[in-house]
């Protein structure tokens, strides 16, 4: 979806709003409005590297955004997800069942896909309200949240930062989705071999 918002557009809209663009654009992707958080947090750091922005302030307001975005997905993940995944996936043709085996699934590998899923495309975004659906105990997702919050926003910021002075930003942001498209990938294909495997092992021996 970062590519459905132009990245000189993100770098006006940040150059003008400066530390509120980047908490608010954090913030909104991690409730689980399909913004391009991953892009505003690059450009701070570029911006940051450029001494336009001061990088301290860039870092603290990517991870209290990724933090309070989260846990806003949580809460409507929790109080009111579910009803709606179920109506959603009707929309798509996909059974209440099968969505049900999704939501057991993220319970199981719940810590993981909170701590990591930040650096996966999508899985940030929905990582939060999954994690209220399956009914997460909230100190627990909290932890795992700030924690995968402050390493991801470190790792973004860094990363444009330092090489923003060598690497025009437009290849950092590509390069940005072009891991997070393979670690969705990646995602998937463990998915879909476990699935694949635990059907194996239920289905009738004598088959």
């Known amino acids: 979806m970062d590519e459905l918002i132009p990245l000189e557009l993100v770098q006006n ?3 003008e709003y400066g530390y509120w663009a980047i908490f608010l654009g954090v913030l909104l992707e991690n409730m689980g409005i399909p913004l391009p958080g991953e892009t505003v947090t690059l450009v701070g750091g570029f911006l940051a590297g450029s001494h336009e922005l001061n990088v301290w302030y860039v870092l603290s307001v990517a991870i209290a955004g990724a933090i309070l ?9 929790y109080y009111g ?35 990591l899923g930040r650096f996966v495309a999508l899985l940030r975004i929905f ?26 926003a470190s790792v973004m910021v860094s990363l444009s930062y330092f090489l923003g002075r060598l690497v025009p930003l437009s290849i950092l942001v590509k390069w940005a989705a072009q891991v997070t498209a393979i670690a969705l990938a ?3 294909i463990w998915v879909t071999f476990t699935w694949w495997k635990e059907s194996r092992h239920t289905s009738p021996q004598n088959s």
């Open 13 to 15: 809209i940040a150059r």
């Open 69 to 77: 975005g989260d846990s806003g997905g949580y809460a409507v993940g």
């Open 81 to 115: 997800g579910w009803p709606l995944l179920v109506k959603l996936g009707k929309l798509l043709n996909i059974s209440e069942t099968k969505l049900e085996s999704v939501r057991d699934r993220f319970s199981k590998n719940a810590d993981t896909a909170v701590l």
């Open 127 to 152: 990582a939060g309200p999954l994690a209220g659906i399956s009914r997460m105990p909230y100190p627990r997702f909290l932890l795992c949240n700030a924690i995968g919050a402050a390493t991801w």
């Open 186 to 188: 990646g995602v998937v």
